[in-house]
């Protein structure tokens, strides 16, 4: 086989609550993916060495060197099978990068896929997950996709189910975050303010909208504890979320550590229309429309 091509979506998180921060630098979490239907690929195509060429909107922002991610994944897995192997990584970019819908992960899960088919490798999806989960706290849930909670750092996965499709849209901003410095805010503001940070809890309410597929509930109990931080970098997010509310949507929230800002719609018809009122008013300069939960990384 000289070439594999997979596709791998972005994510939402519905929930995502951030526990005390640990002696080893990671905060313990509470934190529900949910995969949407916005798409990067990973081709892999035969090759001496392991390399990576980047296209789309965010090329110009995505590492070419041993600071990229799938770049790393593809190295993990050699290493896992114990030979040298290469492979030419082709990403087609559609994710935001630094975004907060996990970009860097979701190509990490492609390469993993990609080249464990390119190769021959035959390894179990189980063996993915390991290697996933050593590479980052969002590879994991890349490689699984559908509603799930992730426990830990995000890397202890448990499925959760959906009673049906959830609309949403899009926000996607000018520059990315840095997930680092976000949860760094976080913490100074928790000092600052000098509240005790409890242990963090799955919501009741919110597992219950997922599973019954209620958009009005799940709206309602959208939570991301990163969005104060995501805001005090970024004070214009505000407005944007704001605008969205405005316009209708069921909920609005910064997803992951951001910069991008998700609404929630009613269906696909409100979903189209609020992408278009958020770019009309200018309170957004690219929306995308989306549904969920899809399918993990999937060979095409």
Request: a negative charge; charged letters at 15%.
């Amino acid at each position: 086989m000289s070439s594999v091509t997979v596709r791998v979506p972005a994510k939402v998180n519905v929930q995502l609550s951030v526990g005390p921060l640990r002696e080893d630098g990671y905060h313990d979490l509470v934190n529900v993916f949910h995969a949407v239907s916005i798409f990067d690929e990973v081709v892999a195509k035969e090759a001496e060495s392991i390399t990576v060429t980047v296209n789309g909107r965010w090329s110009d922002q995505v590492p070419l060197d041993d600071d990229n991610l799938a770049i790393r994944a593809a190295r993990a897995l050699a290493k896992h099978a114990g030979r040298s192997y290469g492979a030419d990584l082709i990403i087609q970019k559609a994710i935001p990068v630094a975004g907060g819908m996990a970009g860097g992960s979701a190509d990490a899960a492609g390469a993993l896929v990609a080249c464990n088919e390119l190769w021959g490798l035959g390894l179990p999806f189980e063996d993915l997950m390991e290697i996933a989960g050593d590479l980052g706290s969002d590879v994991p849930f890349s490689l699984l996709g559908g509603t799930a909670v992730g426990t830990g750092r995000g890397e202890q996965l448990s499925e959760l189910p959906t009673g049906g499709t959830f609309h949403w849209v899009f926000a996607l901003a000018d520059g990315g975050l840095s997930t680092a410095k976000v949860y760094a805010e976080c913490d100074r503001q928790r000092e600052v303010s000098g509240a005790r940070v409890s242990w963090p809890e799955l919501s009741a309410p919110l597992i219950e909208a997922l599973g019954t597929g209620d958009a009005y509930a799940l709206g309602a109990h959208l939570s991301n504890d990163l969005q104060a931080a995501a805001l005090a970098l970024r004070p214009e997010l505000a407005a944007t979320l704001d605008s969205g509310r405005q316009h209708g949507a069921l909920g609005a929230i910064v997803s992951g550590s951001g910069p991008t800002c998700a609404f929630l719609a009613i269906d696909a018809t409100h979903a189209r229309d609020l992408a278009d009122s958020l770019t009309a008013t200018g309170a957004a300069t690219t929306t995308v429309a989306a549904h969920g939960p899809v399918t993990g990384a999937t060979l095409l």
